[in-house]
């Protein structure tokens, strides 16, 4: 049996609703549809009234999970594209990552963004925002990277008594492939070695994190062991198993397919700066998309986000070749 | 005021023996909110508010009519915003929550993480507003989908905006989806004339805010919301058919802020004549007027309520005064509920 990544997106939530009947998913086109990208497909039929469609207003989606949380709901939401985020960015920011602070009620309400580039998708349907939220005290941001992942974290997602947003890549719906569900996973808040290495740290999250292996495999091949750190979650940000691993190399490259200006590659740099200065051997490297929009055109787009192949190249700089 | 709170069977006057009965509970409602509103603006004059004051005065019939007659014990929710001190008493907020997230005592609801009128107990049907307008329609609907999942669909959820507010995005996405979901909503729009500075004439171009409501297949109603009368039976009958299934109701108060935007604000950019206008009036003077008129009370009785109301006033202002103020070297610094998972600003040195 072979499962997607985004076939266990759709088991986590089959097995949520099933355990807790507080759990409800709310969307645009979740229900019969199944979701514009099938994350839902026949959940609907197999949990009655539990799967519901929204008109296309992400303000009051977002609103709306907020208040079945206080009244004891876990609501799993599904943005279309993480990019229409944006138009729910205050009642996330403002309303559910303020909610337990202010008021100490929790509201845990999970929010799914089907996130990142694919071919052709362009400016408004492709984007990163784990930076934008990860900025927002109240919020965990979580950007799972494999099939085992996709399923544990969106569990914990749901159980978490915190405002979740749960960065799913859409690239790795439907080709990253697991043989079987994970009976357990690591815990929400640590990273993960995905490949040991001992000449430097690239630490990714995301799809990232498989542009991150392609490129070690290239460099294995010309005696470079490359180590590569997958966050698995971008806020908390796991710094013990960075630094550590930077202890181990000497040598730190942070990658992120979101914008360049500050986010994740420049908190994961910052970190390891002022923690453990004394641990690097090289100047830190940031790898991010280029400072403009998505672009549209394959052409375009494949060198508008980093690849195993400008990962490959920033790590030779790094390494001084 | 426990002893004025209705009981919740339902009756033609929402657990009152007539008439009389609910118009005085009201009315007393609306003097304590104003007395009360009066005492935390002479604090803000006198430099002990931290933060903002913003005054309900010349809205408490609107707000009242409809925080008195949901009823919180059935689990009916109210999402009061800035001009609600009324309204929130009325619905079950106590003086001492209001008087401490004002005095910013940490003994209240908000414990100085917030304040003013942010505040709420949301586990008891009163969401703490965010500034950010509209968005607390979208709230009540979610806690009242899950009432509904849980069974409950017997209660009533009521929000407030005033004309400014609905001119938002989330105000429109919050009603519709009401509308969508046939939610037993009551959404009472507190056309005050001016949102902040900004008159109507730059707000909306319909005749009446309440046409919209055909617009998104819901009741509307337009009353005078400085009438007393006119407010609870308006209310009562879009709560009661809330109640019954027929859906959001959309109530639309024209009346005047008798203030500022906020206590910072000395509102010249209102004409005087703007008070002698239709609905420019006290509704609390109104109240009062009706009261006498109509042999429900007398002027000596209405003092007496007065004195007292100042007196308790008085008393938890004084004591919410005496409680700590929050304490930086003891707040947790953490914005989560889940403890391990929070990155921490270690506490202040």
Known sequence: ?321 | MPSLSPSPTASRWKGFANERERFLAAYRWMILARIFEEKIAALYRAGKIVGGVYLGRGQEAFSVALGMQLDQAHGDLFAGLIRDQGGRMAFGETLMDSARTYLGSVEGPMRGRDGNIHRGRPTRGMPAMISHLGTMVAVVNGMLMAKRFHGRVDVVGGVTIGDGGTSTGAFHEGLNQAAVEKLPLVVAVADNQYAYSTPTCHQYACADLADRAAGYGVRGYSIDGTDLTACLETFHEAIERARRGEGPQLVVGKLLRLAGHGEHDDARYIPARKRQEPHGGDCVALAREKALKSAWASAKEIDEWHAQTQERVEEAVARAQSEPEPNPFRESWHALATKHLAEGTPPAQ
């Open chain 1, 1 to 321: 049996m072979s499962i997607t990544y985004l076939d266990a997106i759709r088991e986590a939530q089959a097995r949520a609703l099933e355990e807790d009947p507080n759990v409800f998913i709310y969307g645009q086109d979740v229900a019969d549809f199944g979701g514009a990208f099938k994350a839902t497909k026949g959940l609907a039929e197999r949990f009655p009234g539990r799967v519901i469609d929204a008109p296309i207003s992400e303000d009051a989606i977002v609103g709306s999970a907020v208040g079945a949380a206080i009244e004891g709901m876990r609501p799993i939401v599904e943005m279309q594209f993480a990019d229409f985020s944006a138009v729910a960015f205050n009642q996330i920011v403002n309303q559910s990552a303020t909610h337990y602070w202010r008021t100490g009620v929790p509201c845990p309400i999970t929010i799914r963004l089907p996130s990142g580039g694919t071919e052709g998708s362009g400016p408004f349907h492709s984007q990163s925002v784990e930076s934008l939220y990860a900025h927002y005290p109240g919020l965990i941001v979580m950007t799972p990277a494999t099939v085992e992942d996709a399923y544990g974290m969106l569990l914990e997602a749901i159980r978490i008594e915190d405002p979740v947003i749960f960065c799913e890549h859409k690239l790795l719906y439907y080709h990253l492939k697991a043989d079987a569900l994970p009976r357990s996973v690591l815990p929400v808040g640590k990273a993960r070695i995905a490949r040991v290495g001992r000449h430097a740290s690239v630490v990714a999250c995301s799809a990232m994190v498989h542009e991150a292996l392609r490129a070690a495999r290239v460099l294995a091949d010309e005696g470079w062991e490359i180590e590569v750190v997958d966050l698995r979650t971008a806020k908390p940000i796991d710094t013990d198993t960075i630094l550590a691993s930077v202890a181990r190399t000497g040598r730190l490259l942070a990658v992120a397919e979101s914008f360049p200006w500050g986010g994740i590659t420049a908190e994961v740099v910052s970190r390891v700066v002022t923690e453990g200065f004394h641990l690097l051997d090289a100047p830190p490297q940031r790898l991010n998309s280029k400072d403009t929009p998505v672009p549209y055109h394959p052409n375009l787009w494949r060198a508008h986000r980093p690849t195993w192949q400008s990962i490959a190249a920033s790590v030779r700089h790094l390494l001084g070749l």
